[in-house]
């Protein structure tokens, strides 16, 4: 398995636990609250949520095996804590609408075209989020989070086959729910 310099700074025998922390959390900090977010719709609840994922990680960097990449250990521990929280008793449901991702702008568009582009992006986003967890959270690691299909199968504990489906289904999903609001 190939892993970045940063990622094998963070299991060095050199780091303190302290510094290991501020180093996993520098890394991954932007992406699990964005991850988590797409479970719970709520960017303080978001960042709530990754504040326990780092500390899940801190107790239990000891239980990293390396069969997987940090990235898709701490993308794993997101996910669980995210389901947790969300077949918890107490959860709520606050909709924030936030865009998912950064919209790539040319520079030769016109202000037009770029009203378009944007409204059409936060229209695919709004409906990723309306889709059932299953196929909404598999979309979501493949095209925003860029894993692999084998990344996401470890993620989720579910069968690279099965991944495939649910990408196949959510992608017939959204097709059809965009064409329709055309």
Same mark, same amino acid.
């Given at each position: 398995m190939i892993r970045s310099s940063k990622e094998?700074? /963070?299991? !060095?025998q050199g780091l303190s636990q302290e510094e290991? /922390? *501020?180093? *996993?959390?520098? /890394?991954y900090?932007?992406? @699990? *609250?964005r991850l +988590?977010? &797409?479970y719970v719709k709520d960017r303080k609840l978001a960042e709530d949520l990754a504040q326990e994922v780092f500390v899940k990680c801190f107790v239990h960097k000891d239980n990293f095996r390396s069969? !997987?990449? @940090?990235? &898709? #250990? @701490?993308y794993a521990i997101t996910v669980n804590i995210c389901k947790d929280y969300l077949? !918890?008793? #107490?959860k709520k449901y606050i909709h924030v609408i936030d865009r998912l991702g950064k919209?790539?702008? !040319?520079? +030769?568009l016109t202000p037009e075209l770029t009203i378009v582009q944007k409204s059409e992006h936060e229209a695919l986003a709004d409906e990723v989020l309306k889709l059932p967890l299953k196929y909404r959270e598999v979309i979501l690691l493949f095209y925003y989070k860029e894993l692999t299909v084998s990344e996401i199968s470890q993620i989720l504990h579910k069968k690279e086959p099965t991944i495939r489906t649910l990408l196949q289904r959510g992608r017939e999903m959204l097709r059809r729910? /965009?064409?329709k609001g055309r």
């Open positions: 094998q700074e /963070l299991f !060095s290991w /922390l *501020i180093q *996993i959390m520098e /890394l900090e932007d992406k @699990v *609250i +988590a977010y &797409t069969e !997987s990449s @940090v990235k &898709t #250990w @701490v077949r !918890s008793g #107490w919209s790539k702008q !040319s520079s +030769a729910k /965009l064409e």
